[in-house]
């Protein structure tokens, strides 16, 4: 009888120039349906492939999400695909160009393009950080991200910002961990829009422009 015992790889990649080889390995681990945490302009957070439920079900399980009532977010490599996934009226537009990309979080209605587990809501939370690394996975990808932070309540501070003990904290359940440097402690600003409004529901990093 062999055990095989599974551990996440922990592959290094610098925001100012990601490396192709190990950029390609993260989006073989997404196509396959797997699990990645990786950096943003904000906290680590985990992600997979936005449309692959299965794969989002198993991190809103590990989170303790439920998407009917829960804002899922996913993260957009630019302003010019969010009209896939989410309704954009031209002010909200003009708001994101403005402030993206950059640490927010922004509610919109859904599409009909993403999944059914996003539609219970009928809002999805867009993303588009200022990082190069989740940026360039999402165009190669093709798809959009999945993002939410790897924050637990009881962590220290060193294990949402040191990416060796995000690994070892994490090793069995990502199939990746991506090392883009010291992560952050802030989580976005998250803006509703998906009445028109343009309402702050929660202050993190970054001022908004209006």
């Known amino acids: 009888l062999f055990l ?14 990601p490396n192709t080889r190990e950029l390609a390995k993260v989006v073989s681990a997404l196509q396959d349906g797997g ?6 302009d904000t906290l680590y957070a985990f992600g997979c492939d936005a449309l692959n439920v ?5 991190i809103c399980n590990l989170k303790g999400i439920n998407p009917a009532k ?35 979080t922004f509610i919109l209605p859904t599409t009909s393009s993403l999944p059914k587990i996003y539609k219970k809501k009928k809002t999805v ?20 991200v999945l993002s939410t932070s790897i924050i637990d309540e009881n962590d220290e501070i060193e294990y949402i910002t040191n990416t060796e003990l995000i690994h ?6 990502a199939d990746i961990v991506i090392d883009g440097g010291i ?22 990093k970054g001022e908004l422009k209006f």
């Open 4 to 17: 095989f015992i599974f551990a996440a790889m922990l592959i290094k990649i610098y925001n100012e120039n």
């Open 35 to 40: 699990i990645v945490i990786y950096p943003t």
């Open 54 to 58: 299965r794969a989002v079900e198993t």
């Open 70 to 104: 829960s804002n899922l977010s996913i993260i957009c490599n630019a302003l010019s695909i969010i009209s896939e996934y989410a309704k954009v009226d031209t002010p909200t537009f003009k708001l994101m160009k403005r402030n993206l990309p950059g640490p927010f």
């Open 125 to 144: 939370g867009i993303r588009v950080p200022d990082n190069n690394i989740i940026r360039e996975i999402v165009i190669r990808l093709g798809n959009p």
């Open 168 to 173: 070892e904290k994490w090793q069995d359940f």
């Open 183 to 204: 992560g952050g402690i802030e989580p976005s600003t998250v803006i509703d829009c998906s009445t028109g409004e343009h309402d702050i529901i929660r202050q993190g």
